[in-house]
């Protein structure tokens, strides 16, 4: 077919674009330099989706290319039931049955398994979602979780959105779920994860290594010992930091009672998160110990990121990804089965990580890391190299700067992506 220039609006606020129409092809071609209005949509299942989208959402605030900026839960969009399903639902597997988190995990994780059935559904829960898209027409959305992704997918495809759809991927591994239809691009943590979506067959110039989005300031410069002080710690002894999860899910007291007996001198900073319950009974642990730092909620987790000498606890997604921009090693303790049993998986083969199988040998790691300071430095050194600190960056450059056509999984190319998935030779 010839080509075809349709001068005018591509879609609703689009001007100052060409939209050229080849076969069943089109790309935008920029006439002028045009800021860009940029939507990020999250999902409040669990806290990372939410604070990757933060950071993504404080990078493009702060770009003189960009009109505005919107930043949205997409559950706060659907229906009470619906949100609960996602959110409350998931926390409470977290608390009282991992194993069933890492069962359904498993069994999910199979390119296309019912996607058909799940896309229709949040269609339906998530109408407001759908309207408030409709509304915005955005030039660039990015999605830090797969629900609003398939949505947004969707709309793009049935061409009643006409904007550029990222899915910023907030884990290590790439889980099934968060392959949708019609996309333009990925981003990704690892080369390997990269790697492994090019030979299910997609798009290897659709996917970039940008690392996971963290807050801008956990790539600023710092005075260790000075901001020690500031944060009435001992400058010169071994710091642990060990996070009880985001709403307090772990077993905080437990921990703090077998690091009351790590061999050399140590001080150790509780974050007991949003969990009123853990704060209490890790202080009625700990007691006076001067040693113990106790703290609940706070703000200023880089900053204590980026004075402490090992992490101890869970590696999700965001944790995980801030830990490496500021060259923490880790203490890996109870991951959830599924996503953050791989995250370790990853992270022990990188060398930036122990994990404790059980809780009763975590006095003991510590001690055999202390005793052995070389050991501690090359794992600081392997967590650097490993992070990314400057993610939401290399993604807002590359989004604002790139004009392309969206890419649609064809029935051949999913019946091939399924093949491959599933161990088939084509």
């Given at each position: 077919m010839a080509t075809q220039l349709l001068f005018g609006l591509c879609a609703k606020g689009h001007a100052g674009y060409v939209q050229v129409v080849q076969g069943d092809s089109e790309t935008l071609n920029p006439l002028e330099p045009m800021k860009k209005r940029v939507l990020i949509l999250s999902a409040s299942a669990g806290s990372g989706h939410v604070r990757a989208a933060q950071?993504?959402?404080?990078?493009?605030?702060?770009?003189?290319?960009?009109?505005?900026?919107?930043?949205?839960?997409?559950l706060q969009y659907t229906n009470k039931l619906?949100?609960?399903?996602?959110?409350?639902?998931?926390?409470?597997?977290?608390?009282?049955?991992?194993?069933?988190?890492?069962?359904?995990?498993?069994?999910?994780?199979?390119?296309?398994?019912?996607?058909?059935?799940?896309?229709?559904?949040?269609?339906?829960?998530?109408?407001?979602?759908v309207r408030l898209v409709q509304k915005l027409q955005p030039h660039i959305t990015i999605c830090t979780h797969f629900m609003p992704?398939?949505?947004?997918?969707?709309?793009?495809?049935?061409?009643?959105?006409?904007a550029h759809l990222s899915i910023v991927v907030t884990d290590l591994d790439m889980h099934a779920m968060w392959l949708t239809r019609t996309f333009h691009r990925y981003f990704v943590a690892l080369d390997e994860t990269k790697a492994h979506m090019e030979v299910l067959g997609l798009p290897g110039d659709r996917v970039t290594v940008s690392g996971i989005p963290v807050d801008p300031v956990f790539s600023e410069p710092v005075d260790r010992r000075a901001l020690r002080i500031s944060l009435g710690l001992d400058p010169d002894k071994p710091?642990?930091?060990?996070?009880?999860?985001?709403?307090?899910?772990?077993?905080?007291?437990f921990v703090c009672s077998r690091l009351q007996h790590v061999r050399q001198p140590i001080q150790t900073v509780v974050i007991c998160g949003h969990s009123e319950e853990a704060l209490h009974r890790t202080l009625a642990v700990v007691g006076n110990d001067p040693n113990f730092h106790v703290l609940g909620y706070t703000d200023r987790m880089h900053d204590y990121m980026r004075?402490?000498?090992?992490?101890?606890?869970?590696?999700?997604?965001?944790?995980?990804?801030?830990?490496?921009?500021?060259?923490?090693?880790?203490v890996i303790i109870s991951p959830i089965p599924g996503q953050e049993e791989r995250n370790s998986d990853h992270l022990l083969e990188e060398g930036v990580a122990?994990?404790?199988?059980?809780?009763?040998?975590?006095?003991?790691?510590?001690?055999?890391?202390?005793?052995?300071?070389?050991?501690?430095?090359?794992?600081r050194e392997n967590a650097l190299r490993l992070g990314h600190p400057h993610a939401a960056r290399t993604i807002a450059n590359t989004l604002l700067s790139e004009h392309i056509a969206p890419h649609r999984v064809d029935a051949a190319e999913k019946k091939a992506i399924a093949g491959m998935a599933a161990g088939e030779v084509n």
């Open positions: 950071a993504l959402e404080k990078v493009f605030r702060n770009d003189d290319r960009v009109e505005a900026v919107e930043h949205c839960d997409a619906f949100r609960d399903f996602y959110s409350k639902l998931y926390i409470q597997l977290v608390k009282s049955a991992p194993e069933l988190l890492g069962w359904v995990y498993k069994g999910t994780d199979e390119p296309w398994k019912n996607d058909a059935a799940r896309l229709r559904m949040d269609r339906l829960q998530a109408r407001p979602l992704a398939g949505i947004v997918g969707y709309l793009i495809q049935k061409r009643v959105l006409n710091t642990m930091l060990f996070s009880a999860g985001a709403f307090g899910v772990s077993p905080a007291e004075v402490a000498d090992l992490f101890i606890g869970k590696p999700g997604g965001l944790t995980t990804a801030e830990t490496l921009a500021c060259g923490l090693p880790m122990v994990k404790c199988n059980e809780l009763t040998t975590i006095d003991y790691k510590i001690s055999h890391l202390l005793d052995g300071p070389e050991r501690l430095r090359t794992m």
